[in-house]
């Protein structure tokens, strides 16, 4: 069971910090995966997590709690290039090669 | 650099048409994967492949088939285009070493007319 859950929009301060929440059913679980995608360009990864906590890399950090099927994405120091949308995936099947993707979260930055 | 190409950025069909999208990538990758992307309902994986001539259905594979005769190639096949088929198409690839970063194509938009 796959049903992932995130808001469809939001928007943000220049210089703030935002957090991007995602939920998932947890069946099946092999992963939960971060992509960032600006509008009429392709997908690229931000982050995976598959153990419980949280994982950091520069600005954006992904947090992941396995027992209640949540993760989220925050973001510091909002840049206006951060602008997009971003999509929380779950992998399943070995090596977590297959993804199912929510419907993403367009995230507006604004001055 | 990972590079994973398609062979259109955009491509205008007519319903009834056979339609080929092409996605290469130059890594050695052994997965293959092809999504369609709409508004409102996000990434919707189609097919993918594990391997040359293997394959297994996603999501979403009415209407379509993919062919994988090389290791750096995989196709997708609309036998018979039709309108609700108008959609942004992605491909992606993965190492099968452990790393699941999936990365992508930079999408071919179809217009079935």
């Known amino acids: 069971g796959q049903n992932i859950d995130q808001p469809t929009e939001m928007t943000a301060t220049e210089g703030a910090i935002v957090q991007i929440n995602c939920t998932y059913q947890t069946s099946g679980f092999n992963g939960l995966f971060w992509y960032q995608q600006h509008a009429g360009e392709a997908p690229t990864f931000l982050s995976y997590?598959?153990?419980?906590g949280l994982e950091e890399k520069g600005r954006f950090s992904s947090f992941l709690s396995r027992s209640k099927g949540y993760s989220y994405l925050l973001l510091k120091e909002l840049q206006m290039k951060d602008s997009a949308s971003y999509l929380c995936?779950?992998?399943?099947?070995?090596?977590?090669?297959?993804?199912?993707f929510g419907k993403g979260t367009k995230l507006s930055v604004i001055p | 650099d990972v590079k994973v190409t398609q062979s259109s950025r955009y491509l205008v069909k007519r319903t009834g048409e056979k339609v080929f999208l092409e996605c290469v990538q130059d890594m050695d990758h052994e997965n293959m994967f092809w999504y369609r992307q709409d508004p409102g309902l996000g990434l919707r994986l189609i097919y993918f492949?594990?391997?040359?001539?293997?394959?297994e259905k996603g999501d979403i594979p009415e209407g379509y088939s993919v062919s994988r005769e090389k290791k750096e190639r995989f196709s997708l096949i609309l036998e018979s285009a039709s309108t609700n088929q108008t959609s942004m198409y992605l491909c992606a690839s993965t190492k099968d070493d452990g790393d699941p970063e999936q990365f992508f194509g930079p999408g071919t938009r179809l217009t079935v007319l």
């Open positions: 997590n598959v153990l419980d």
């Open positions: 492949s594990y391997d040359v001539k293997m394959k």
């Open positions: 995936a779950e992998g399943s099947g070995a090596g977590s090669y297959q993804l199912t």
